[in-house]
């Protein structure tokens, strides 16, 4: 028989990270209680990343050494930017998947990515890929500013040769508020923490461990890692000492790096398990909000990525609380007239440009084998100029160099100056484009680049906003 | 292979505002201002006009769509007049449609006319626009200094210049400009600038400074032409004729071909290598006399120098800085003081130019006015470095 279970994974953590003492600093004047929260640092996304983006770059990473596109796709998120527009169409679309793809956008609770790895592990004989992201809304001063973070996370599941093993899962469900938002509330409205975690957090998640231990036939003391989105260090532990689990399993789930994700965090602290755990490993991850979602996995031990490391390194740490307001909209700049330009989309060309934009799909010269953005009718190879020998070619995956650049501090943009140049890809191609994650004076002509599905433009007016791909420092290549 | 219009059609008569921060002028005002003194100056009636062009480029922010405004202003007796936008090569392309018409023999005198009220849109610099609905999907969100300071960067890494010795030849362009400017009455920006002033001012887009960019104005200007003949028959002597006028807009080769490497502008190269064919300039460096380039950033005169030909490849840099290009040196550019003093009413700057070439032929430049100038060139460039229309136009004397 086939094994099931996660084929491969990918997370992304955003560049930007905002020095936790650094919130204090800014707001302690406010609630002095936050003083006990000022360590660490917690990851946040830049004014032109949201769950869609951070999504679409987990995916990526999950997907590189795919050997079939996956027969569903499935985002979850309690901030996915669209209401009504499937958010996971937007992923899809980013990732260049084919269309003949079953899609759904699932939110609601914080289990939202558990529980469509569950939805995954139920349909075995169908591969889905499990994207799930966060960018959280907070509200200055609060515990949650200091400890939740944004980021994403995503896992392919199908029979193959797993990395971990599905074995079995165990759900419940009681509508305890611990926290909730609505759209009158804009942010979290959270409850006392004490009784959240003695009344809420460690009953219910006990219970479920339990019911799914004895399902198992696991003991508690066997299970060698622990993934799971706690309301704190200290809960988790506690959580640890009423299971019977190993304290040590349950020890650095990303919250003194990221912060809380919300319902990519599971799946972060999933992947940060995979990283490090051997064979034979039995994996316990577990979701909480309104009950609890509880699955067991086994690590094959293999193909180990250190997924978790590639994703936290290279951050930068931030340390002006105006900044992080501004990354997130909190604060209200007086941006100038360039910011009034109507950035109405054309919904007739985006849908019929759709590989193009959010695909970054270009053409190839059939006759002189020449990439070009956008794909035209006639080859731009002024040596060619041949008429429809194009084939699609997709940009997106390809490396470059800046052949050119600018930091522009006339141009609008809510993270001031603008970057934008020309970027020359190493298979071929030149596109004039924006960048991203470069700090002031890091771009060069000659760095390397690679590319990141970003927010392109907001449209205030309509409360749309669209996609393009940006200009990065490559990974691995040397900053500055 | 076509002969081309050297020598078809003269210059008989041309006007220009003051150009500047005009608050109180309408663009009727402006148009009104710049035609008196062209027909004033070609000695003609005008009813004696037979067609117009009108070079407008921010219609809605300025004084409409189509050419109807010019016929308005100066209510013309309902001749042909057509509104031409080529972004700012503008005024260059009303000039261009009135000389192939009377070379084309479909008319013996038309006017072009090049108008834009800047200072109405209530930007510094040049105001936000669409670039249609697919390229807003993926183009940046660019302003012209950060376009153009890409040269900059480019260009210093392709010669291993230091980014400040660069930024010096670039100092060097903007103080001469003002040198000439201010000299001019009709330049808007009048005051001299020293090195240090201009290498101190705040960055507008990395590697330029604010006095690395042109003005922002309002203004018009214009010209009459007409076949030889007729500007003899109307007592002149010594006519200025239109030697070559050349346009090359970008195929789309420097936005996504790697062939071009960023440090020049191509369409500027192939305007010029048509522009000099058609004037018969087998050595430009011999036989022009003055340029006045599109000096909508600092950057931008240093590589047109080399791409004109006027400078090697790599070396605009030095010559600049040599001189070469100042008001004594042995070409010298901007004499009027350039965009960067005049600023940039995109629909008015071509014709600006030309005016300033047709006087400079006449020997009217008063004290810009240089020594025995045969030919001038006049050169515009619509656009950002990487997709752009470049325009030239060459003039001379014809005894």
Same mark, same amino acid.
């Given at each position: 028989?086939?094994?099931?279970?996660?084929?491969?994974?990918?997370?992304?953590?955003?560049?930007?990270?905002?020095?936790?003492?650094?919130?204090?600093?800014?707001?302690?004047?406010?609630?002095?209680?936050?003083?006990?929260?000022?360590?660490?640092?917690?990851?946040?996304?830049? &004014?032109?990343?949201?769950?869609?983006?951070?999504?679409?770059?987990?995916?990526?990473?999950?997907?590189?050494?795919?050997?079939?596109?996956?027969?569903?796709?499935?985002?979850?998120?309690?901030?996915?930017?669209?209401?009504?527009?499937?958010?996971?169409?937007?992923?899809?679309?980013?990732?260049?998947?084919?269309?003949?793809?079953?899609?759904?956008?699932?939110?609601?609770?914080?289990?939202?990515?558990?529980?469509?790895?569950?939805?995954?592990?139920?349909?075995?004989?169908?591969?889905?890929?499990?994207?799930?992201?966060?960018?959280?809304?907070?509200?200055?001063?609060?515990?949650?500013?200091?400890?939740?973070?944004?980021?994403?996370?995503?896992?392919?599941?199908?029979?193959?040769?797993?990395?971990?093993?599905?074995?079995?899962?165990?759900?419940?469900?009681?509508?305890?508020?611990?926290?909730?938002?609505?759209?009158?509330?804009?942010?979290?409205?959270?409850?006392?923490?004490?009784?959240?975690?003695?009344?809420?957090?460690?009953?219910?998640?006990?219970?479920?461990?339990?019911?799914?231990?004895?399902?198992?036939?696991?003991?508690?003391?066997?299970?060698?890692?622990?993934?799971?989105?706690?309301?704190?260090?200290?809960?988790?532990?506690?959580?640890?000492?009423?299971?019977?689990?190993?304290?040590?399993?349950?020890?650095?789930?990303?919250?003194?790096?990221?912060?809380?994700?919300?319902?990519?965090?599971?799946?972060?602290?999933?992947?940060?398990?995979?990283?490090?755990?051997?064979?034979?490993?039995?994996?316990?991850?577990?979701?909480?909000?309104?009950?609890?979602?509880?699955?067991?996995?086994?690590?094959?031990?293999?193909?180990?990525?250190?997924?978790?490391?590639?994703?936290?390194?290279?951050?930068?740490?931030?340390?002006?609380?105006?900044?992080?307001?501004?990354?997130?909209?909190?604060?209200?700049?007086?941006?100038?007239?360039?910011?009034?330009?109507?950035?109405?989309?054309?919904?007739?060309?985006?849908?019929?440009?759709?590989?193009?934009?959010?695909?970054?799909?270009?053409?190839?010269?059939?006759?002189?084998?020449?990439?070009?953005?956008?794909?035209?009718?006639?080859?731009?190879?002024?040596?060619?100029?041949?008429?429809?020998?194009?084939?699609?070619?997709?940009?997106?995956?390809?490396?470059?160099?800046?052949?050119?650049?600018?930091?522009?501090?006339?141009?609008?943009?809510?993270?001031?100056?603008?970057?934008?140049?020309?970027?020359?890809?190493?298979?071929?191609?030149?596109?004039?484009?924006?960048?991203?994650?470069?700090?002031?004076?890091?771009?060069?002509?000659?760095?390397?680049?690679?590319?990141?599905?970003?927010?392109?433009?907001?449209?205030?007016?309509?409360?749309?906003?669209?996609?393009?791909?940006?200009?990065?420092?490559?990974?691995?290549?040397?900053?500055? | 292979?076509?002969?081309?219009?050297?020598?078809?059609?003269?210059?008989?008569?041309?006007?220009?505002?003051?150009?500047?921060?005009?608050?109180?002028?309408?663009?009727?005002?402006?148009?009104?201002?710049?035609?008196?003194?062209?027909?004033?100056?070609?000695?003609?009636?005008?009813?004696?006009?037979?067609?117009? &062009?009108?070079?407008?480029?921010?219609?809605?922010?300025?004084?409409?769509?189509?050419?109807?405004?010019?016929?308005?202003?100066?209510?013309?007796?309902?001749?042909?007049?057509?509104?031409?936008?080529?972004?700012?090569?503008?005024?260059?392309?009303?000039?261009?449609?009135?000389?192939?018409?009377?070379?084309?023999?479909?008319?013996?005198?038309?006017?072009?006319?090049?108008?834009?009220?800047?200072?109405?849109?209530?930007?510094?610099?040049?105001?936000?626009?669409?670039?249609?609905?697919?390229?807003?999907?993926?183009?940046?969100?660019?302003?012209?200094?950060?376009?153009?300071?890409?040269?900059?960067?480019?260009?210093?890494?392709?010669?291993?210049?230091?980014?400040?010795?660069?930024?010096?030849?670039?100092?060097?362009?903007?103080?001469?400009?003002?040198?000439?400017?201010?000299?001019?009455?009709?330049?808007?920006?009048?005051?001299?600038?020293?090195?240090?002033?201009?290498?101190?001012?705040?960055?507008?887009?990395?590697?330029?400074?604010?006095?690395?960019?042109?003005?922002?104005?309002?203004?018009?200007?214009?010209?009459?032409?007409?076949?030889?003949?007729?500007?003899?028959?109307?007592?002149?002597?010594?006519?200025?004729?239109?030697?070559?006028?050349?346009?090359?807009?970008?195929?789309?080769?420097?936005?996504?071909?790697?062939?071009?490497?960023?440090?020049?502008?191509?369409?500027?190269?192939?305007?010029?290598?048509?522009?000099?064919?058609?004037?018969?300039?087998?050595?430009?460096?011999?036989?022009?006399?003055?340029?006045?380039?599109?000096?909508?950033?600092?950057?931008?005169?240093?590589?047109?120098?080399?791409?004109?030909?006027?400078?090697?490849?790599?070396?605009?840099?030095?010559?600049?800085?040599?001189?070469?290009?100042?008001?004594?040196?042995?070409?010298?550019?901007?004499?009027?003081?350039?965009?960067?003093?005049?600023?940039?009413?995109?629909?008015?700057?071509?014709?600006?130019?030309?005016?300033?070439?047709?006087?400079?032929?006449?020997?009217?430049?008063?004290?810009?006015?240089?020594?025995?100038?045969?030919?001038?060139?006049?050169?515009?460039?619509?656009?950002?470095?990487?997709?752009?229309?470049?325009?030239?136009?060459?003039?001379?004397?014809?005894?």
């Amino acid at each position: 028989m086939a094994k099931f279970g996660v084929l491969d994974y990918g997370v992304y953590v955003p560049r930007r990270r905002m020095a936790r003492r650094a919130i204090f600093d800014a707001v302690g004047w406010a609630q002095g209680g936050l003083r006990a929260y000022a360590k660490g640092e917690r990851a946040f996304a830049a &004014w032109d990343e949201d769950a869609i983006t951070m999504g679409v770059e987990a995916a990526r990473s999950a997907l590189k050494s795919a050997a079939s596109a996956p027969h569903t796709l499935a985002f979850a998120s309690t901030t996915a930017p669209f209401l009504d527009r499937q958010n996971a169409g937007v992923i899809a679309a980013a990732l260049d998947l084919r269309s003949a793809l079953r899609s759904m956008d699932i939110g609601g609770s914080q289990r939202a990515g558990l529980s469509a790895i569950l939805s995954a592990c139920e349909a075995p004989a169908r591969s889905t890929l499990v994207v799930a992201a966060e960018k959280r809304p907070v509200k200055s001063a609060s515990v949650l500013e200091m400890m939740s973070g944004d980021a994403g996370a995503a896992m392919l599941f199908g029979e193959g040769e797993p990395v971990a093993e599905f074995i079995t899962a165990h759900s419940t469900t009681v509508d305890f508020v611990d926290h909730f938002r609505t759209e009158a509330s804009g942010a979290d409205y959270s409850y006392e923490e004490r009784w959240v975690r003695d009344a809420g957090f460690l009953p219910i998640v006990a219970d479920t461990i339990r019911a799914l231990l004895q399902r198992a036939r696991v003991e508690a003391g066997d299970v060698a890692r622990l993934a799971a989105a706690a309301p704190s260090v200290a809960a988790l532990r506690a959580l640890a000492e009423a299971t019977g689990i190993r304290a040590d399993a349950a020890a650095n789930q990303f919250l003194d790096t990221i912060g809380h994700a919300g319902a990519a965090h599971p799946m972060l602290a999933f992947a940060g398990a995979l990283d490090v755990a051997a064979k034979g490993d039995l994996i316990l991850i577990l979701a909480f909000g309104q009950g609890c979602d509880a699955a067991l996995f086994r690590a094959a031990g293999a193909g180990r990525k250190n997924e978790m490391a590639r994703a936290i390194a290279g951050g930068a740490r931030e340390e002006n609380y105006a900044k992080f307001l501004a990354a997130s909209g909190r604060l209200d700049i007086d941006w100038g007239m360039r910011a009034e330009r109507d950035n109405r989309t054309a919904q007739t060309v985006a849908f019929n440009k759709s590989r193009d934009i959010y695909g970054f799909v270009g053409g190839v010269c059939s006759a002189c084998d020449t990439p070009q953005f956008p794909r035209s009718r006639r080859c731009v190879n002024p040596s060619c100029a041949a008429l429809d020998t194009q084939k699609d070619y997709r940009f997106a995956d390809q490396r470059g160099v800046i052949k050119t650049f600018t930091e522009d501090h006339l141009a609008f943009t809510r993270e001031p100056p603008l970057l934008y140049g020309n970027i020359s890809f190493a298979g071929g191609g030149n596109v004039f484009m924006e960048m991203a994650d470069f700090a002031p004076g890091e771009a060069a002509v000659g760095a390397a680049v690679e590319m990141r599905f970003r927010i392109k433009d907001v449209d205030t007016a309509r409360g749309f906003h669209r996609y393009f791909w940006k200009a990065a420092p490559a990974e691995g290549a040397a900053h500055g | 292979m076509a002969e081309g219009i050297r020598d078809k059609v003269a210059i008989i008569g041309m006007g220009c505002t003051r150009f500047g921060e005009r608050w109180d002028a309408s663009p009727e005002d402006l148009v009104t201002e710049a035609f008196e003194e062209a027909v004033a100056d070609a000695g003609i009636n005008r009813s004696e006009l037979e067609a117009g &062009w009108f070079g407008v480029f921010y219609d809605e922010q300025n004084v409409g769509k189509s050419a109807y405004p010019l016929s308005q202003y100066l209510r013309l007796p309902n001749i042909p007049v057509t509104r031409v936008e080529n972004l700012c090569a503008t005024g260059t392309e009303a000039l261009r449609g009135a000389v192939y018409a009377v070379a084309a023999g479909a008319c013996d005198i038309a006017m072009a006319m090049g108008c834009e009220k800047l200072k109405d849109t209530g930007f510094a610099g040049l105001p936000e626009r669409t670039k249609g609905t697919f390229e807003d999907l993926y183009q940046p969100n660019f302003t012209p200094p950060g376009a153009f300071a890409q040269l900059a960067a480019a260009y210093a890494a392709k010669h291993r210049l230091a980014i400040t010795d660069l930024k010096r030849a670039m100092a060097h362009v903007s103080w001469k400009s003002h040198e000439n400017g201010a000299l001019n009455p009709k330049a808007h920006l009048r005051k001299r600038l020293t090195i240090e002033q201009i290498l101190e001012a705040p960055t507008v887009a990395y590697p330029l400074g604010v006095f690395d960019c042109c003005g922002v104005s309002d203004g018009a200007a214009c010209a009459i032409v007409a076949r030889p003949e007729i500007a003899r028959a109307l007592g002149r002597d010594r006519l200025v004729t239109v030697k070559a006028m050349q346009l090359a807009p970008s195929n789309g080769v420097e936005m996504g071909h790697q062939s071009w490497d960023g440090t020049y502008t191509l369409t500027t190269r192939k305007a010029a290598a048509r522009a000099y064919k058609e004037a018969g300039v087998s050595d430009p460096r011999a036989d022009i006399s003055l340029t006045e380039v599109h000096d909508c950033f600092s950057i931008t005169e240093l590589v047109l120098m080399e791409d004109l030909g006027l400078s090697d490849e790599g070396a605009a840099a030095r010559d600049i800085l040599d001189g070469r290009y100042d008001a004594a040196g042995a070409i010298p550019c901007q004499i009027d003081g350039g965009l960067k003093c005049f600023g940039h009413p995109i629909g008015a700057s071509g014709l600006r130019m030309t005016y300033e070439i047709y006087n400079q032929l006449l020997g009217r430049a008063g004290e810009r006015q240089l020594a025995n100038p045969k030919f001038g060139l006049a050169h515009n460039l619509g656009g950002i470095p990487n997709r752009n229309v470049a325009a030239i136009s060459i003039f001379g004397v014809k005894s």
